[in-house]
C-alpha cells in the first residue's frame, strides 16, 4: 500500500523558515514526479512546486525565490523536501505532498500544517 508520509509543520512568525520532509513508501513502481500543493481556509487547493525525477523544479510565482524544492531518489524511499524561507501570512496553509506513481496514478499526503502569523 502507497504511503506518503509528512512532516515538519507548524507555527512560524512571519519571515521565519520552515522545511517540510515526505517519504513514499510501499510502492513496487517508480514515481515520476513529487510535488507540494497547498489548501488555504475557503480557497482551493493549489500547486507550490513540483520536482521531476531527474530533478527538475517547477514553481508557482508565489513560491518562486523563496521556497526551494528537492528530492532523494533514493531506492525503495523517495522523499521530497519544500525548504520555505521568507514566510509570509498568505503562506499559511495545509501543505499537501503528492507523487505520481508511473502505471498507477496520483497519491496525497494527509496534509500538514503550516502557520504563518505573529
Known amino acids: 500500500q502507497v504511503q506518503l508520509v509528512e512532516s515538519g509543520g507548524g507555527l512560524v512568525q512571519p519571515g521565519g523558515s520552515l522545511r517540510l520532509s515526505c517519504a513514499a513508501s510501499g510502492t513496487r513502481f517508480g514515481i515520476s514526479a513529487m510535488g507540494w500543493y497547498r489548501q488555504a481556509p475557503g480557497k482551493e487547493r493549489e500547486l507550490v512546486a513540483t520536482?521531476?525525477?531527474?530533478?527538475?523544479?517547477?514553481?508557482a510565482n508565489s513560491a518562486q525565490g523563496r521556497f526551494i524544492i528537492s528530492r532523494d531518489n533514493a531506492k525503495n524511499r523517495d522523499s521530497v523536501y519544500l525548504q520555505m524561507n521568507s514566510l509570509k501570512p498568505e503562506d499559511t496553509a495545509v501543505y499537501y505532498c503528492?507523487?505520481?506513481?508511473?502505471?498507477?496514478?496520483?497519491?496525497w499526503g494527509q496534509g500538514t500544517q503550516v502557520t504563518v502569523s505573529s
Open positions: 503528492y507523487a505520481k506513481i508511473i502505471t498507477v496514478g496520483d497519491y
Open positions: 520536482i521531476s525525477n531527474f530533478g527538475r523544479g517547477n514553481y
